[in-house]
Each structure stands twice: as structure tokens, then as C-alpha cells.
């Protein structure tokens, strides 16, 4: 009879487990590719510890001290041609005068494409196009902090799963895209 109690026990449980909201959760993600996985686990790992979903979906690089704002634009228009990638656009957002030390004094965004690859990604899914251009936007804050971010493209890449799976070609067009958006960024605000 015990047997018979532990094994209905049991079974709801894994009922229960199983129709739950982190049980389908759980079903789904162990389905993933291992890339998938890691791209979600790193991303909840972010939100977790800082509770910022927006954090969690972005890179960022603190610009250098001796690099004046002009001095970010210029490089990342010149460094965008080295990787296949066009400037198509600059936007200032805002200028705040008398900022407090931790509110974001001035923002401006600059826009990069790769046409070709842009079109690729559209025919794969027109729901890539949320993401286009792809940006970079400047932020200083009321204390001189400043920052470069941008989108980490890691989900956008490897967030799907064999349903709507990226063709190879398309895989390293992307990927391309991806350290571009990373370099640029990144040697912009160290001064490169």
C-alpha cells in the first residue's frame, strides 16, 4: 500500500512539475542546442544578479578618460568600413544642463548596416528588422562617466532553435555583424 501512495505521490508531482509554467520552461531549455542554452542561462545570470533585463541584452565599454566624444564618432565611422559595415546615421537624443552626478547628462546614437547581410536576415525572418540598424549609443552622465553600448547580438544568433535554424552562410554573415559591433565599440572608446 505504501508503494501505491508514493508511486500516486509521485506521479502528481511530476504532473504538476511538468504542466507548471518552470516545468514547461525547463522541458523547452533542455531541448535547446548547447550554444541556445548558454546564450539564455548567461542572460538570466545577468538579470539575476542585477535585476536589468535591458542590462542582460547589451554590451558596454567605458570610454577612456583622453577620448573626447568627436573623437568616439570619427573612429567608429572609420572603423566601420574595415568591417563591411556602412554609417548610416547619427542622432543626438538629448543634452541635460546641471545634470546630478548619476543621471545621464547627454545621449547620441550611431547607426551601422551591412545592406547585404541585413537583406539575408530579412528573408530568414522580418522580425530581425526590430534590431536595424544596428546602434551604438553614447552616454555620459552628470559625474563625466561615459559609456559605449550596444546590443549583444548572442541571442539574436544563437536564441532559436532547429524550427527556424540559420543556414551556415547566414550563421557567419551574422557572426561577422556581431564582432563588428563588438570591435567598433570597443576600440572607439579605448582610443584604438
Not at 542546442?33 to 536589468?52: C, L, N, S, W
Not at 548610416?88 to 550611431?110: L, S
Not at 530568414?124 to 555620459?140: L, Q
Not at 563625466?144 to 540559420?166: E, F, H, P, V
Request: glycine content about 8%.
Amino acid at each position: 500500500m505504501k508503494k501505491i501512495i508514493v508511486a500516486i505521490i509521485l506521479g502528481v508531482g511530476i504532473y504538476m512539475a511538468m504542466n507548471s509554467t518552470m516545468g514547461k520552461m525547463g522541458m523547452a531549455f533542455m531541448s535547446f542546442k548547447p550554444e541556445t542554452q548558454k546564450a539564455y542561462a548567461d542572460m538570466m545570470a545577468i538579470i539575476a544578479k542585477t535585476g536589468d533585463p535591458a542590462q542582460a541584452m547589451m554590451k558596454e565599454w567605458k570610454v577612456a578618460d583622453d577620448v573626447t566624444e568627436e573623437d568616439v564618432f570619427d573612429a567608429m565611422k572609420e572603423y566601420a568600413g574595415e568591417y563591411n559595415m556602412r554609417y548610416v546615421g547619427e542622432k543626438n537624443m538629448y543634452r541635460i544642463k546641471d545634470p546630478k552626478p548619476n543621471q545621464v547628462a547627454h545621449a547620441r546614437i550611431g547607426e551601422f548596416c551591412s545592406l547585404s547581410i541585413a537583406k539575408k536576415m530579412l528573408d530568414h525572418s522580418r522580425y530581425y528588422g526590430g534590431f536595424m540598424p544596428c546602434r551604438v549609443i553614447y552616454v555620459e552622465y552628470g559625474n563625466g562617466d561615459r559609456y559605449l553600448i550596444s546590443m549583444d547580438m548572442t541571442l539574436a544568433i544563437y536564441g532559436g532553435t532547429d524550427a527556424k535554424a540559420i543556414n551556415p552562410e547566414l550563421l557567419e554573415d551574422m557572426l561577422a555583424v556581431k564582432e563588428a559591433m563588438e570591435e567598433i565599440p570597443r576600440m572607439a572608446a579605448s582610443g584604438e
